[in-house]
């Protein structure tokens, strides 16, 4: 009888917590469970922050001659380079980071190496995706301890892109986040050191303190070849433009949006005998930018050293810059005269 009493008792007093308990509190032992759980930041889509990058990034070259438009992958990414190749055609080098870009079954088109863009991919550990390139640029990415060359060219690495019949060569070359996956785990790879990589990350403006409108330009060889930005006060971010064009992808029809937009002014010069009238850029070094957030202007100044050292936006204290949360747009003019604001 004692023994039932009991055991009635303790079912009573099990019954009684549960019904008297706070529904969330039920979940944690104590109090001090509680505070020892911290909620995780919201994750930011297409965001490079620094410290969260895991794997190797692929950086792909994209051709953007008029016969490659439009490409595609580059709403899909967290960081874009676009710099002059010659006769006034730019070219876009765009990372893919896995783990932070989706999966995407079709990039492209990809084209050739310049070295300037090489010097950019070392300060980011990448396997480094182009089709053939400059001699300087080859050499560079075959030797370079930073970098995993990926030129779909070479034998080793043909077979992981595919030309298209929609359009003409040399600007039907493909390839997938896929296939470069599987061309980087069939190389032997070394452990690198990935936590330099990336951008220093702040929230947004509340909308409240944003500007109504921004507009900027600019040209990087001929004026009448100019691409434009505008900015949408709502989203905080900015809007491509070729020329008065949308500047859209390929795949999805959508145009290009960015939360940031870097310019960078970097000395270049025509190589010296080069048939196809080459350029090369002096990329390690410092020199002023325009830093484009939030619906304003920030004067900066860019930094890089040589090898494994990415590079840095730094503003007029000499702090480096945090940006938004988004993807990043990085232009880089021979001047910043041929940048206009309004």
Same mark, same amino acid.
């Given at each position: ?9 303790? &079912? ?31 994750? &930011?889509?297409?965001? &490079? !922050? ?29 960081? !874009?380079?676009?710099?002059? @190749? ?42 480094? $995706? ?18 995993? %060359? ?5 034998? %080793?690495? =043909? ?9 003409? @060569? ?17 190389? @032997?790879? @070394?452990? !690198?050191?990935?936590? =330099? ?29 100019? !691409? ?44 010296? #005998? ?5 350029? =090369? ?5 410092? #020199?002023?930018?325009? $830093? ?6 920030? =004067? ?22 945090? &940006? ?19």
């Amino acid at each position: 009888m004692t023994r039932y009493l009991v055991r009635t008792l303790l &079912l009573l007093s099990v019954c009684a917590l549960f019904l008297t308990a706070s529904p969330t509190l039920a979940a944690f032992p104590d109090d001090v469970t509680l505070h020892r759980i911290k909620p995780r930041p919201p994750v &930011l889509p297409l965001t &490079l !922050v620094r410290g969260s990058v895991t794997e190797r990034p692929y950086a792909v070259m994209l051709d953007n001659h008029p016969m490659a438009y439009p490409q595609v992958g580059l709403n899909q990414t967290p960081l !874009v380079f676009e710099a002059l @190749a010659e006769f006034g055609i730019t070219r876009y080098m765009a990372l893919f980071v896995p783990g932070i870009t989706p999966e995407l079954p079709t990039i492209g088109p990809v084209r050739s190496a310049r070295s300037y863009f090489v010097e950019y991919a070392k300060g980011m550990h990448a396997v480094y $995706v182009h089709a053939g390139g400059a001699p300087d640029a080859l050499t560079m990415a075959r030797t370079s301890v930073e970098l995993l %060359d990926m030129d779909a060219l070479r034998v %080793d690495a =043909e077979r992981y892109f595919r030309r298209v019949g929609d359009r003409q @060569a040399p600007h039907n070359l493909f390839t997938s986040t896929r296939e470069l996956a599987a061309f980087a785990e069939a190389q @032997a790879l @070394a452990e !690198v050191d990935l936590s =330099e990589l990336g951008f220093l990350i702040k929230p947004d403006l509340p909308l409240a303190r944003r500007p109504a409108a921004q507009q900027l330009s600019y040209y990087f060889l001929y004026r009448e070849s100019f !691409v434009a930005w505008t900015y949408d006060r709502t989203s905080n971010s900015y809007l491509y433009f070729r020329q008065n064009r949308p500047h859209v992808d390929g795949a999805t029809g959508q145009q290009l949006r960015f939360k940031n937009v870097v310019v960078l002014e970097v000395p270049e010069r025509p190589i010296p #005998g080069d048939p196809k009238q080459r350029i =090369e850029q002096q990329v390690i070094g410092e #020199g002023p930018a325009r $830093v484009f957030l939030d619906g304003r202007m920030i =004067e900066a100044t860019w930094r890089k050293g040589a090898g494994f050292a990415p590079l840095r936006i730094y503003g007029p204290g000499g702090t480096e810059l945090t &940006l938004n949360g988004g993807p990043i747009w990085i232009a880089v003019l021979p001047s910043l005269d041929h940048l206009t604001v309004e």
